[in-house]
């Protein structure tokens, strides 16, 4: 009698095992831990922690908002406020917040905390035609050279807007106010080198200045 009641418990046992490893729980997301090319992967609402060098700082973009940019390797995402962080170009920030859209399209982060964890050389931008800046390089810094194909167009208290072409379709450049960049020397047929980060507005990408050495006149050609 003793055999046969410890054979069913030893049955029962595996029994519940097998329920117990069947039964369908809660799935709960796996944290990107710091990547930010893993956080871009995740679903809109999903909170992550993105860490990266800033490649522009607090108050480049006012008045659309007060955040900035962060990039890790050839990766990046914008930071939709500096939680009144003073935060600089080449500061290594670690970011928590919920991955959201803004201005249209651009994937960010709603931070709730930032930390700054210390300073590193920012990456260099990335050279890219002016018809390949799109979602592909969202959030990164680049480099674009072209020909100035349109008129300056003030969009002021935002900033200003022109469209650069090098030959394979044109991209607009957006010189945000808070960057203190003077564009009175821009003209349509210049040709220029622009580097800022790559963003988008209303489904229009962009690349967007963020220091007066960022836009470079270059000679005309003979």
Partial sequence: MVAMRMQWMAGLAALLAVVAIAAPGPVMAQPPNGSIAAAREQPLGTTVTVV????SFTGAFFPNDNGFAIQEE???IYILDS???NIEVG????????LTNSFGQVLSVAPTSIEVLGEAHAPPPHPVKTGDVSEETEGRLVRILGTIVSDIENDLPFGYKFAVDDGTGPTFVFVNAGTGIDVSELEQGQRVVIQGVSGEFLGEYEV?????EDIRILP???
């Fill in 74 to 76: 050839k990766v990046g």
């Fill in 52 to 55: 990266g060098v800033a490649t």
């Fill in 208 to 212: 967007d200045p963020v220091f007066p």
């Fill in 83 to 85: 939680l009144d962080a």
């Fill in 91 to 98: 500061q290594v920030v670690r970011v928590t917040g919920t």
């Fill in 220 to 222: 005309a050609r003979w």
